[in-house]
């Protein structure tokens, strides 16, 4: 049963950009997604319809596993990345991934670009549930991946309490590293 409890789908966030909007780095260095990582997975979400968020993910010769062929841990992280880059703008409050589960179900060779269509299925307190599913190179592909998560929402001091000093002056002293997306600290 998905999701394994029962749970409201409240509204996307009133201040997330219309359907079609490609949606920035939420941070600078992020694996998933930031500019600066060189051989990170350079994720590209853009806002879709309703309660979705449409992901793209190539890989590259620096995402093998087998020869020729994307590593299965990168890919639950392009996931990861797609969930989360759900939760956060949909409902613009932080989240970390809780729970992450994936299937897959067919190879992903090295210069696939994986669409990858992520949905809010629903919020139960502070739990929050969002699938997936990854399809090669066009929206309408073979799907290749499935994914479904639980992220749970935290305060901004779950960061400030965790993370490396040195990571977080950085981001203190240049507050564009995070990106433009504005969190809403105080729903
Ligand atoms: C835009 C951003 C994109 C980002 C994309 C990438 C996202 C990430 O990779 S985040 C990094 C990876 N994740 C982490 O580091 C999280 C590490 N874990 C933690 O910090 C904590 O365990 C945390 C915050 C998830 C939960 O701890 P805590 O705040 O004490 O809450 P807790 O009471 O344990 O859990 C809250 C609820 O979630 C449930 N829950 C938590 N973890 C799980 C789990 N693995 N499975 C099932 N349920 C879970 C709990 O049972 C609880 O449910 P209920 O409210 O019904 O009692």
Same mark, same amino acid.
């Given at each position: 049963m998905w999701p394994p409890v029962a749970v409201e789908l409240p509204e996307r966030?009133?201040?997330? #950009?219309a359907p079609g909007t490609d949606?920035?780095?939420?941070? =600078?260095?992020c694996f998933g997604c930031g500019d600066r990582q060189e051989d990170g997975l350079h994720l590209r979400a853009s806002v879709g319809?309703?309660?979705?968020?449409r992901? @793209? /993910?190539?890989? !590259?010769? =620096? &995402?093998?596993? =087998? #020869?020729? +062929? =994307?590593h299965g841990g990168l890919l639950a992280?392009? /996931?990861?990345?797609?969930?989360?880059t759900t939760v956060g703008n949909?409902? @613009? @409050?932080?989240a970390v991934?809780? @729970?992450?589960? !994936?299937?897959?179900?067919?190879p992903v060779p090295v210069g696939t670009t994986l669409v990858i269509d992520a949905r809010l299925d629903g919020v139960a307190g502070r739990k929050v549930y969002v699938s997936a599913e990854g399809r090669i190179d066009a929206e309408d592909g073979p799907v290749a991946v499935r994914a479904r998560a639980l992220f749970?929402?935290?305060? +901004?001091? &779950?960061?400030?309490d965790n993370g490396r000093a040195e990571d977080l002056r950085a981001v203190a002293a240049d507050p564009s590293l995070l990106g433009s997306r504005p969190v809403e600290l105080n729903p």
């Open positions: 966030h009133e201040d997330t #950009p949606l920035p780095p939420h941070y =600078a260095y319809e309703g309660q979705r968020i992901s @793209r /993910f190539t890989v !590259t010769e =620096a &995402h093998q596993g =087998a #020869p020729g +062929l =994307a992280c392009a /996931f990861d990345e797609a969930l989360g949909l409902l @613009r @409050r932080p991934t809780g @729970r992450l589960e !994936t299937d897959f179900l067919r749970v929402l935290v305060e +901004l001091k &779950h960061f400030i």
